[in-house]
């Protein structure tokens, strides 16, 4: 596994082995790996790419008074977790070495980034759009992978790819959870051992819709009721950003399912905000 911090060495050693045939995949990561980024990694392998992690905590993306200088930063672990796992490249820039001294493009997808996480955090997918657009063009993979985790990016950078063109695949992985449910994250470290617990209410809350829509209940708003009171009964509950179910294309409000949605929500379990999905189809 060779692991390199220039742009120069990236091209390189990636045309090296598309020279060998090799078909290139990126796993894009803001580090402090755990178990759901191991996931896609896997996926790389398993598909038989040279397979690529990005490690790069993206200030661009946080919006003012956000948790980038606290953002988890683990290289060390994070490296020996891409070896154990065959990652044949790990590329570790540096904010400079991204950025550069002046930036003044900017790759922005309109509509899609609007609702749901584009209402509380103003500026966030320009951020991930713009990063993820010059990592494909810094590597230039064939295939990049996403977690479901964050659907809203998974759905923002697809249409990103289609809309500019972009000669890549994207695929959007499951999401991994902890026993409990909760959705692994980086930021679940900020959790005490009562909010940890407390958050599997999310998960338990998207499940209970899932049953009840399936059961015949399609009217969002008492749905979304039902999750709002699941979510409020957990003790360190904070703040609930949105609890949504919309469009799995358009991410527009339903007013009724009638087959595929998207359940979205966004919590703040006592400093932390946590974000959870599920896609749901009541006819399957
Ligand atoms: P991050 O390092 O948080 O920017 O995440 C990097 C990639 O890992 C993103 O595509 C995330 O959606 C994905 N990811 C994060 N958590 C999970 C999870 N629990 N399951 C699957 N994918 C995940």
């Not at 399609?218 to 979510?231: D, G, N, S, V």
Request: glycine residues 4%; neutral net charge.
């Amino acid at each position: 596994m060779e692991v390199v911090k220039t742009i120069t060495e990236v091209r390189s050693l990636v045309k090296s082995a598309r020279e060998q045939g090799k078909t290139i995949g990126l796993v894009p990561t803001m580090g402090a790996l755990h178990v759901g980024h191991i996931s896609l990694i896997e996926r790389s392998v398993r598909d038989g790419c040279f397979t690529v992690v990005s490690i790069f905590v993206n200030p661009t993306q946080f919006t003012p008074g956000e948790d980038f200088e606290k953002y988890p930063r683990s290289l060390n672990t994070d490296l020996k977790i891409c070896k154990d796992n065959k990652v044949d490249l790990v590329f570790v820039p540096t904010a400079e070495e991204v950025y550069g001294k002046e930036m003044l493009t900017w790759v922005n997808v309109e509509k899609l980034t609007e609702p749901l996480c584009g209402k509380f955090r103003p500026g966030h997918f320009r951020g991930v759009t713009t990063i993820c657009a010059k990592l494909f063009n810094i590597v230039i993979p064939d295939v990049a992978y996403f977690g479901q985790k964050d659907a809203q990016q998974a759905i923002v950078i697809k249409k990103m790819v289609a809309d500019l063109n972009m000669p890549l695949e994207i695929i959007a992985c499951p999401t991994v959870r902890e026993p409990n449910g909760l959705a692994v994250s980086s930021r679940n470290q900020y959790l005490s051992p009562d909010e940890r617990k407390d958050a599997a209410c999310l998960y338990n809350a998207l499940q209970r819709c899932e049953q009840m829509a399936k059961s015949g209940i399609t009217h969002t708003p008492q749905l979304i009721a039902e999750m709002r009171k699941i979510i409020e009964a957990a003790p360190t509950v904070k703040q609930i950003d949105y609890i949504e179910i919309v469009d799995t294309h358009s991410l527009q409000p339903l007013e009724k399912i009638t087959d595929k949605a998207l359940l979205a929500l966004a919590v703040k379990i006592g400093a932390t905000r946590l974000i959870d999905n599920i896609l749901i189809d009541t006819t399957s």
